[in-house]
């Protein structure tokens, strides 16, 4: 509504029978003609409420309804549209969206009316309106003595509204919306209050929201929040359009080619509920885009054993994991293809984000804006992974999705820098009067923000002794306290964002300082450690083998070999292959720039750390392609046990070796075991020698 129709229809509303044009056009402050000009949109701004506009010559202008709809027309009025035409970008906003809602032919008049500036006005702003409405393949055409109109096809229209709202409008009241209980009364009025709800019928959004929520399936309830709001924009925006007689044109070769597979079969599913709650039928086409969006949406668990897991015997897939890697850092490529955590990460970000670029898909990023400015490298250096994903697309990546991959990659980069930082749990005590009411809802909250980073206990005020302060690092307290032996971080009960701030710092610090108990028995701690660590390094050289193979052997049956040499047990060596194959599968560990392989893996095929040597019986490169012309294979194997921290540490030292001392492969080259068994000794000893010195 216009801020003139507001004032029309408030005159309208108070009315309680016929009022003439001219007595009309009084009291809201125009002309006659102007005020008969304005009420030939009456019909249409009218349209979502059971209310007619009546009209009749001599007799004046009226509003027939019910008393209800009248009631909730005025309060829709009433509540008015609070926004300064005098500020250019926010009307120029605002017409946007006016010719994204409507396609038919309007005149300058009637926006100028609508906004309250003059017709010129209107007329420069449409240049900008233009030029971002090309973005999405929509034309504004002008029309002397007809008006303007906007020409292109519903999916480009569609594109358009939902980019505009992620771009001017805050989305997150629709997930606050979802997460209400559904007993709750007027869980809806958050919708009618935002700009979405005006935008898109805060009706459509609420009832689209409730179909979802009452299928209660489980791949709609992993998502995460920026994949749900954008599937709840995708069909709001949709309902909308089809309630309006706008549809898809159908002709998209992708729709055809598409799977009847376990998304589509759930986007079917969603569609059924959608046509019993709105009573239309919903062609076949829009059932494939609903499908698109939940191929193309991120979730916060992935399950890999389903029918819908990345498919992991995709090489295609892990070259272009590899490329992406390349393109971050060459220097680092090596040791980040070797974290498992990461190309696990990756691969699972990977799949939905190559279906939103192949099909122009746009997703928000909340972080953007704080991944560009607090980790500039990271993201510059991502920009370099996008433009692989570009070029294997052919589509253009938009900032946000190069945000999303900064995440993953600097996750990555920070374990790798952090190896040698030990990181360790806080342990930290709420305090309330009670130790019941207050410190439990803060738990719940910390837990949330924090996870694995604290060891939280709720206690009353009374419930601090000795002992508790002894084992606790700080604590937090919503009321006052005497000074304790530790820190106490007073804090609001609600923890505003300074409370959680001081929190973060707190957290940080004690993170990487010794455990309490570790002060009293540090010296006698050190010592299992100093000895578990020599026993670890005594087994990999005791054990230590070196074996060599046919050069035409396949990387299969290099896995057997593998399995029998490095135990004597066949479930075992099963195991082995099994876990090695897994591995491989997520990224490969052939390193053709350096000439190795390096197979490593975490297994219960082996009860003590493993490390072993294979080359070809002549010493020349494995003659199979899979092998890239290697000539030399490391594995590492590491038991599924308690002493895995210690064992990382020293399997990744020695592959840090293989790539930071040349010396190292050139010793491998040779194919002496007696020789590499007293290079691997050494930088053992190298790495013993600085663990000590590092406790």
């Not at 009084?26 to 009218?46: D, F, N, P």
């Not at 009749?56 to 509540?79: H, I, N, P, Y």
């Not at 029998?564 to 099963?574: A, I, L, T, V």
């Amino acid at each position: 509504m216009t801020p003139r129709m507001r004032q029309i229809l408030l005159v309208l509303l108070r009315e309680d029978g016929p009022i003439s044009v001219k007595t009309l056009a009084e009291q809201i402050g125009v002309s006659k003609r102007t005020a008969q000009r304005e009420l030939e949109y009456m019909e249409s701004t009218l349209k979502t409420y059971e209310i007619h506009f009546l009209s009749k010559t001599g007799v004046g202008v009226w509003l027939d309804g019910s008393e209800a709809e009248k009631d909730r027309l005025f309060e829709q009025v009433r509540q008015g549209d609070p926004y300064d035409v005098s500020n250019r970008d926010e009307r120029r906003k605002r017409l946007t969206l006016e010719i994204l809602k409507e396609k038919g032919l309007k005149k300058l008049f009637y926006y100028s009316s609508q906004f309250g500036v003059s017709e010129a006005t209107i007329s420069a702003d449409l240049e900008s309106v233009e030029s971002w409405l090309n973005q999405y393949k929509i034309q504004v055409s002008r029309k002397p003595g007809s008006g303007i109109s906007a020409s292109g096809s519903e999916e480009n229209y569609r594109r358009a509204i939902r980019a505009f709202i992620s771009e001017n409008m805050d989305t997150r009241v629709l997930r606050e919306a979802y997460e209400v209980e559904q007993n709750v009364p007027d869980r809806y009025d958050i919708l009618k209050k935002s700009e979405i709800g005006q935008v898109l019928d805060d009706d459509i959004l609420r009832r689209v929201i409730d179909c979802i929520a009452d299928m209660d399936h489980i791949r709609m309830r992993s998502l995460t929040e920026n994949s749900y709001v954008g599937l709840v924009l995708h069909i709001s925006i949709a309902i909308n359009r089809i309630l309006k007689d706008e549809v898809i044109e159908p002709g998209s070769a992708w729709m055809e080619e598409m799977e009847r597979d376990e998304d589509y079969l759930l986007a079917e599913e969603i569609v059924e509920e959608l046509e019993e709650e709105f009573e239309i039928a919903i062609p076949e086409m829009e059932v494939c885009y609903i499908c698109l969006h939940i191929k193309g949406a991120k979730h916060e668990k992935v399950q890999w054993d389903t029918p819908n897991g990345l498919p992991m015997e995709n090489r295609e897939l892990q070259r272009l994991v590899n490329e992406m890697i390349d393109a971050y850092d060459p220097v680092q490529s090596c040791l980040l293809k070797q974290d498992e955590e990461f190309i696990q990460g990756l691969l699972a970000h990977l799949q939905p984000t190559l279906i939103r670029l192949m099909h122009g898909m746009r997703i928000q990023n909340p972080v953007l804006q704080e991944i560009q400015e607090e980790y500039p490298e990271i993201y510059q250096k991502c920009q370099n992974v996008a433009a692989v994903l570009g070029n294997k697309t052919g589509r253009p990546v938009p900032e946000e999705e190069a945000g999303f991959l900064a995440v993953h990659f600097g996750a990555a980069v920070f374990r790798l820098e952090g190896r040698r930082e030990t990181i360790r749990k806080v342990y930290v005590g709420v305090v309330c009067s009670s130790g019941i009411g207050i410190s439990r809802l803060m738990v719940s909250k910390l837990e949330k923000t924090f996870k694995d980073q604290m060891i939280l206990t709720a206690y009353g005020k009374n419930d601090i002794t000795p002992y508790i302060l002894g084992k606790t690092d700080f604590l937090i307290s919503s009321i006052p306290m005497e000074q304790q032996d530790i820190p106490v971080v007073h804090v609001n009960p609600l923890l505003n964002g300074e409370d959680m701030e001081e929190i973060r710092k707190r957290v940080f610090q004690y993170e990487r300082m010794p455990e309490k108990y570790k002060k009293d028995n540090e010296f006698s701690i050190q010592l299992e450690e100093i000895n578990l660590a020599a026993l670890q390094i005594k087994t990999i050289l005791e054990y230590f083998a070196f074996f060599k193979v046919d050069n035409g052997i396949s990387f299969e049956e290099l896995l057997i070999a593998i399995g029998e040499k490095m135990s004597p047990y066949s479930d075992r060596s099963g195991m082995i292959q099994e876990d090695l194959m897994r591995r491989e599968r997520i990224s490969s560990q052939i390193f053709a720039e350096f000439g190795f392989a390096l197979l490593h893996t975490r297994t219960k095929g082996v009860i003590r750390p493993e490390f072993a040597v294979c080359m070809t019986k002549d010493l020349e490169p494995f003659q199979n392609p899979y092998f890239k012309n290697i000539r030399t294979v490391i594995i590492m194997l590491v038991p599924i046990d308690d002493n895995a921290k210690i064992n990382n540490e020293i399997m990744g030292y020695l592959s840090g070796m293989l790539i930071e001392e040349y010396e190292f492969l050139d010793v491998l080259s040779r194919g002496d075991k007696e020789e590499i068994r007293g290079a691997v000794s050494r930088y053992l000893k190298e790495f013993f020698n600085r663990y000590i010195s590092g406790m």
